[in-house]
């Protein structure tokens, strides 16, 4: 599984981007997919998770402001990020595994380069 990441940028507080996360690789319908932030001196934080079955979970610092969702023929996930806050700026990156793999509490494989998101006051 081969995951490449886009959209990032710099924004100001209040306003909203959109990441991408382009997949490739035939097991995609079966994985679990997440995005996943780190800001310098920080822990990697999850952001948002979508299940192979579409449900979907989120961190409470981001829940009403980010969507995370997948477009199954494109094989591509997405990160919906609007109200965009100082705190927010971090590397993003995508993270992919198997739903089996992740609900016996094993970590996620599969991951993107990051890309960079930058928000101002």
């Known amino acids: 599984v081969r995951l490449v990441e886009s959209g990032g940028g710099s924004v100001q507080a209040e306003g909203s981007l959109r990441l991408t996360c382009a997949v490739s690789?035939?097991?995609?319908?079966?994985?679990?997919m997440a995005w996943f932030r780190q800001a310098p001196g920080k822990e990697r934080e999850r952001v948002a998770t979508?299940?192979?079955?579409?449900?979907?979970t989120y961190a409470d610092s981001v829940k009403g402001r980010f969507t995370i969702s997948k477009d199954n023929p494109k094989n591509t996930l997405y990160l919906q990020m609007n109200s965009l806050k100082r705190e927010d700026t971090a590397t993003y990156y995508c993270?992919?595994?198997?739903?089996?793999?992740?609900?016996?509490?094993?970590?996620?494989?599969?991951w993107g380069q990051g890309t960079q998101v930058t928000v101002s006051s």
């Open positions: 993270a992919a595994e198997a739903c089996v793999a992740v609900q016996a509490g094993r970590p996620y494989g599969h």
């Open positions: 690789g035939n097991t995609y319908n079966y994985y679990c």
């Open positions: 979508i299940h192979s079955d579409g449900r979907t």
